[in-house]
């Protein structure tokens, strides 16, 4: 059983940063990878970026070059380093661990 806790969102306004946190507990010696999903009103959630047991990265076309996911040393927490954010990046961001682990997510919203 693994356990996901996301915090750090909130509003800020286009261009500013957010830096998402994601703690996992449990059997986190069973976490092979994770990553952070995003899902807007009437689209689908999307991956936004993962990263392996070994520290090997994968984002999404629309947030290269702005997002930054890593860990801590412990590989306990996951955090997505967000800057030059725009309004088409607001949604419920979803911490996810395979094969079936979700947090609760948290609302980030762009808006002047």
């Known amino acids: 059983q693994v356990q996901l806790v996301e915090s750090g969102g909130g509003l800020v306004q286009p261009g500013g940063s957010l830096r998402l946190s994601c703690a996992a507990s449990g059997s986190i010696f069973s976490i092979k990878a994770m990553g952070w999903y995003r899902q807007a009103p009437g689209k689908q959630r999307e991956l936004v970026a993962a990263?392996?047991?070994?520290?090997?990265?994968n984002y999404a076309d629309s947030v290269k070059g702005r997002f930054t996911i890593s860990r801590d040393n412990a590989e306990n927490t996951v955090y997505l380093q967000m800057n030059s954010l725009k309004p088409e990046d607001t949604a419920v961001y979803y911490c996810y661990a395979p094969t079936h682990y979700w947090g609760q997510g948290t609302q980030v919203t762009v808006s002047s």
């Open positions: 990263i392996t047991s070994g520290g090997s990265t």
